[in-house]
């Protein structure tokens, strides 16, 4: 399915990473539009081309523009679901009020999955608009570099290949390459489990680990995020991916990440209310903790790291006590 230049795109979500990759698309459609729902940040886009409490420093294309108004999707050709997760169903609700053709592809760019159903992103659109192709794209990329047009690498995931390679075109510039797949669980499930190790990955730095328990957790990290992502429907070989083990290692070591950074506060004695309302900006891993934690449970998988998050998360846990819980198990082989 291929695009042309004179279609126009919207990026539902008008925060870091939705302007990151609204500058990749405005480099393959005539225009790009991001619809937020704050009136001033759309002014400040559409008149200084600037979007400054998300990229600070960053000039956007003059064809990105923002609008509060879904029904700016009606025209596009593409229609990409930046948000969080919380607010995936709500946003996929009002965009199928609003009538849009049943051809346009979807694809949904935010990784978690949805608190009570325990389902993906790409299930809830699907559910709600479905008659729409669907797709998701994911992988280890921080919206601070990909606007800054340092070199990038994703996979967008599609069970219809002319689709998956029609946006793998798009999304694809002289700085940022992406892969193709048709596992689309695996991509979704891959970017949604490894924000709860990146907090994990914090919370370590926070109480002064070092390096050697960083490299423990990101390999049992993986470990786990293998066993409970083909639990859930992700392929083996998914996790070996970029949108697997590729976004665990740059979450896990790099300050851009959200959710460590929410790791390392906790581990440095900050609380949770503290650390989230600092940030301004959505850390997945805080929410999904709960909904993985969940869904692990409810699957029967074993997953220590993921509990001693929630128990740090949601029960009051030291992170201390946790650690020594975590090295105190019962010893076992490393495979199987
Ligand atoms: N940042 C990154 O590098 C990457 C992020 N992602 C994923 O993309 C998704 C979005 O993250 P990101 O752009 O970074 O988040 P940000 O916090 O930077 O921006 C969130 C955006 O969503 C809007 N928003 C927040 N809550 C709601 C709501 N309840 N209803 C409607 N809109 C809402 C915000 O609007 P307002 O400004 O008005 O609050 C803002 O425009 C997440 O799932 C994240 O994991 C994936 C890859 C990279
Ligand atoms: O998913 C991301 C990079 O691939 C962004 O991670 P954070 O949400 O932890 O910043």
Redesign the pocket.
């Known amino acids: 399915m291929p695009f042309d230049s004179s279609q126009t795109a919207v990026v539902l979500?008008?925060?870091?990473?939705?302007?990151?990759l609204a500058m990749v698309l405005s480099e393959h459609f005539s225009k790009v539009t991001l619809i937020?729902?704050?009136i001033e940040?759309c002014a400040e886009i559409n008149g200084f081309h600037t979007n400054a409490?998300?990229l600070p420093r960053i000039d956007l294309p003059k064809n990105i523009e923002a609008s509060v108004d879904y029904k700016d999707a009606v025209d596009a050709s593409l229609i990409l679901f930046?948000?969080?997760?919380?607010?995936t169903r709500?946003?996929a609700t009002e965009l199928a009020s609003i009538g849009i053709s049943t051809d346009v592809p979807l694809v949904s760019?935010?990784?978690?999955i949805e608190r009570g159903s325990g389902i993906r992103m790409s299930e809830i659109i699907t559910e709600l608009m479905p008659h729409n192709p669907i797709a998701v794209h994911?992988?280890p990329?921080?919206?601070?570099e990909?606007s800054t047009h340092l070199a990038s690498a994703a996979v967008v995931g599609s069970t219809n290949n002319d689709l998956a390679e029609g946006l793998q075109s798009v999304f694809t510039t002289a700085y940022f390459r992406t892969y193709t797949s048709d596992d689309v669980a695996g991509i979704e499930l891959g970017?949604a489990l490894k924000?709860v190790f990146a907090i994990a990955a914090g919370i370590i730095s926070g109480i002064g680990l070092g390096d050697n328990a960083i490299a423990a957790l990101v390999t049992r990290g993986l470990a786990e995020m293998t066993r409970l992502g083909i639990a859930l429907g992700g392929r083996p070989e998914t996790f070996s991916g970029l949108s697997g083990i590729g976004d665990l290692m740059v979450t896990c070591y790099s300050p851009?990440s959200?959710n460590n950074r929410v790791g390392k506060a906790l581990g440095s004695g900050e609380t949770l209310e503290e650390v989230t309302e600092r940030l301004?900006?959505?850390a997945?891993g805080v929410p999904n903790t709960l909904s993985i934690y969940e869904a692990a449970r409810k699957h029967g998988i074993e997953t220590p790291i993921i509990d001693a998050v929630y128990q740090i998360l949601y029960e009051d846990k030291s992170a201390q006590e946790a650690l020594v819980d975590l090295l105190t198990r019962d010893l076992k082989p490393e495979m199987g």
Not at 109 to 112: D, L, V, W
């Open positions: 979500g008008s925060g870091s990473w939705g302007t990151a937020g729902r704050n940040q409490n998300y930046v948000l969080p997760t919380s607010a709500s946003a760019c935010s990784k978690g994911s992988g990329t921080h919206a601070e990909v970017g924000n851009h959200r301004g900006m959505v997945e």
